[in-house]
C-alpha cells in the first residue's frame, strides 16, 4: 500500500527556505517604503531577477514538481515578507497563465520570455479582462475583436479596468468578445505584443492595499494585433464558436481557465498576509505586558491566537488540494479550486483584522505592520473573483443546478 505523507519533500524545503529568505531579507525592510512611495519597485524586481526568483525558468521548475505544491510554497513565503512587492513580482504569472492556458506551445515560446524581460532590462506583463461594468459577469464583456481578413490582423476595441501593471508591462494578454451573442462562450485572448499603438493606461488607480503593485484602467483604440496574437489560434477559435453556436458543449472562456489555473496560488498569497499577522500578533502578545503579566496569558488573547492559527492551517490544507488536483488533472467537481481562494481569503481578513485588534492603538499606527496587512489582505474577498462568486461556483458545483 502506497504511503501517505504531508511531509514537504527535500526540494520544497529548500524552496520554502530560499524563498523565505528573500522575503526576510530584501522584501520586508523594503515594504514600508514602498506602500508609502505607491510605486512599482523595479530595484526589488531586479533583485529577484538576479537570483533566480523572476522569470519563465523559476515558473517552469516550480509547474514541474508533480505534487503542484512548489508554486504556493513559494507564493506564501514572498507574500509573508510584502503583498504589495510579492505581486509586482509574482504579478505577471498570471497573463503567463493566461498563454500557457490558451496558447499553442509556439506562442509559448515567442511571447513567455517577452512577458520577464531580462536581468538587465526585467519587463512585467498585464492580463487584462474586468470591465467597468464586466467584472464578476464576465458575460457582460464589452470589449471587441474584430478579425480583418485583408491585413491577417484583429483589431480591438474597449476598455479594461483594475489591471495588474496595466500600460507599464510589456506584453499584454487582453480577453475581447468575438461573437457578442454567445456571452462567454464567443470571448477569446489576444497577446498585445510591447510597443502597439493604440493602448494606453491615462493612469495608475490609487488603491486602499498592495500599494506596490501598479494597477490601471487600459484603453484600446483601435489596436491592430498580427493574426498569431490570437491564443491557441484562429482554426481553434472558429471551431469553438462552430460548438458554441449549435448549443454543443465547449471548453470554458480565456478569462475562466486562467482563473482555475490561478485560484489556489492567489489563496497561498493571501496565507502568506496572513501568517505574517499571526506570527507578529504572537511575537506582540509575548512581550506586552499589562496588569503585571503578558497579554497572552490571558484566555481571550491566547485563544484567539489559536483560532487564528488553526484557520491559517485549514486554509492551508484547502490550497495544497486544489493545488494538487489542478497540477494532476483533477478535475474541481466540488469547486475545490474556488474553496481555497474563498477560505484562505476570508482568513486573511480575519486574521489581519484580530491582529490589529490585539495590538490595540499600536495596531493602528504604521509604525506596526499590521495595519499594512490588514489593508493588502481584504483584496484577497474581491479579486480573481469575489467571495460571493467563489460561493456560488461551489454551490453550482455541488448542486448541479444553476444558482443565481
Known amino acids: 500500500m502506497a504511503e501517505f505523507s504531508l511531509d514537504l519533500n527535500e526540494e520544497q524545503r529548500d524552496l520554502r527556505d530560499w524563498v523565505h529568505g528573500f522575503a526576510a531579507e530584501v522584501v520586508r525592510p523594503a515594504a514600508a517604503e514602498w506602500d508609502a512611495r505607491e510605486e512599482t519597485p523595479w530595484p526589488i524586481i531586479q533583485e529577484a531577477a538576479k537570483v533566480g526568483l523572476y522569470g519563465f ?24 515578507g510584502d503583498a504589495g512587492i510579492g505581486l509586482s513580482i509574482f504579478g505577471t504569472g498570471l497573463a503567463v497563465a493566461a498563454i500557457y492556458g490558451a496558447g499553442t506551445p509556439d506562442q509559448m515560446v515567442e511571447w513567455v520570455p517577452q512577458c520577464f524581460g531580462d536581468v538587465d532590462q526585467p519587463a512585467v506583463a498585464a492580463f487584462c479582462t ?40 510589456g506584453v499584454h494578454v487582453v480577453t475581447a468578445s468575438v461573437e457578442p451573442e454567445l456571452g462567454s462562450r464567443g470571448q477569446a485572448a489576444f497577446v498585445v505584443p510591447p510597443g502597439t499603438a493604440g493602448l494606453n493606461a491615462t493612469r495608475k488607480l490609487r488603491k486602499l492595499g498592495l500599494r506596490a503593485s501598479h494597477t490601471a484602467d487600459v484603453f484600446l483604440d483601435d489596436v491592430r494585433v498580427p493574426g498569431r496574437c490570437l491564443l491557441g489560434g484562429r482554426d481553434a477559435l472558429l471551431e469553438r464558436l462552430d460548438r458554441a453556436r449549435s448549443g454543443r458543449k465547449a471548453s470554458g ?30 511575537d506582540y502578545a509575548k ?118
Not at 521548475?61 to 507564493?75: E, V
Not at 489555473?261 to 504572537?282: D, F, I, K, W
Not at 491566537?305 to 491559517?312: G, P, Q, R, Y
Open 57 to 80: 525558468e523559476f515558473l517552469a521548475t516550480c509547474w514541474a514538481d508533480p505534487t503542484g505544491l512548489s508554486l504556493p510554497i513559494a507564493s506564501e513565503e514572498l507574500f509573508w
Open 130 to 169: 474586468s470591465e467597468p461594468e464586466a467584472g464578476s459577469d464576465v458575460g457582460a464583456m464589452r470589449t471587441r475583436a474584430v478579425y480583418d481578413e485583408a491585413t491577417d490582423e484583429w483589431v480591438l476595441r474597449g476598455q479594461k479596468a483594475y489591471a495588474t501593471n496595466g500600460g507599464i508591462a
Open 287 to 404: 512581550e506586552r505586558v499589562q496588569f503585571g503579566r503578558p497579554i497572552i496569558e490571558n484566555q481571550a488573547v491566547a485563544f484567539a491566537l489559536a483560532d487564528m492559527k488553526m484557520e491559517i492551517d485549514a486554509a492551508r490544507l484547502l490550497v495544497w488540494r486544489a493545488s494538487w488536483m489542478g497540477r494532476n488533472n483533477r478535475p474541481f467537481t466540488a469547486g475545490e479550486g474556488s474553496m481555497s481562494k474563498l477560505k484562505a481569503g476570508e482568513v486573511a481578513v480575519a486574521v489581519t483584522d484580530r491582529a490589529v485588534q490585539l495590538l490595540g492603538g499600536a495596531g493602528f499606527l504604521r509604525d506596526h505592520p499590521v495595519e499594512r496587512w490588514y489593508r493588502d489582505a481584504k483584496i484577497y474577498t474581491i479579486f480573481e473573483g469575489t467571495s460571493e462568486i467563489q460561493r456560488l461556483v461551489i454551490s453550482r458545483a455541488i448542486s448541479g443546478m444553476q444558482i443565481r
Open 253 to 282: 472562456q480565456a478569462a475562466m481557465r486562467t482563473f482555475e489555473l490561478s485560484r489556489p496560488t492567489v489563496g497561498a498569497q493571501a496565507l502568506g498576509v496572513a501568517r505574517a499577522a499571526y506570527e507578529y500578533a504572537l
